[in-house]
């Protein structure tokens, strides 16, 4: 399957052939050239690797969800202080996860 980029937004399409008309903004068929073979394999390259980091990005909720419950329950301090570790961890890493995402968009790697 080939890959079209609209150059008046930028939308990457998949398919044949180009739509007839950009689904984000409205541009003619004609506004849409084709990927050559290795940009279109970094654009799937890109959406891999943003999805890993998308979730990851949830998985990380999920250990700041136990890690709250884990707080409550407050078995001992040091239980306590690792599920508070935990949490600061995750929000590092997904405000990372973040940087990194919008770096990936400056440097046009698509999602």
């Not at 980029?5 to 903004?25: L, M, N, R, S, T």
């Not at 409205?26 to 290795?38: H, I, T, V, W």
């Not at 409550?72 to 990372?96: H, M, N, S, T």
Request: aromatic residues 8%; glycine residues 4%.
């Amino acid at each position: 399957m080939s890959k079209w980029q609209c150059e008046v937004c930028g939308y990457i399409f998949d398919g044949d052939e180009a739509p007839d008309k950009c689904p984000k903004c409205g541009a003619p068929k004609e506004k849409f050239a084709k990927l050559d073979d290795d940009t279109a394999a970094l654009v799937d390259r890109s959406r891999f690797s943003n999805s890993l980091h998308m979730e990851l990005h949830t998985l990380l909720e999920r250990v700041k969800e136990i890690s709250e419950q884990g707080i409550e329950d407050e078995l001992d301090p040091a239980c306590v202080k690792l599920f508070e570790a935990a949490i600061a961890y995750a929000v590092d890493i997904q405000q990372r996860i973040k940087a990194e995402l919008r770096t990936h968009m400056s440097k046009n790697k698509w999602g």
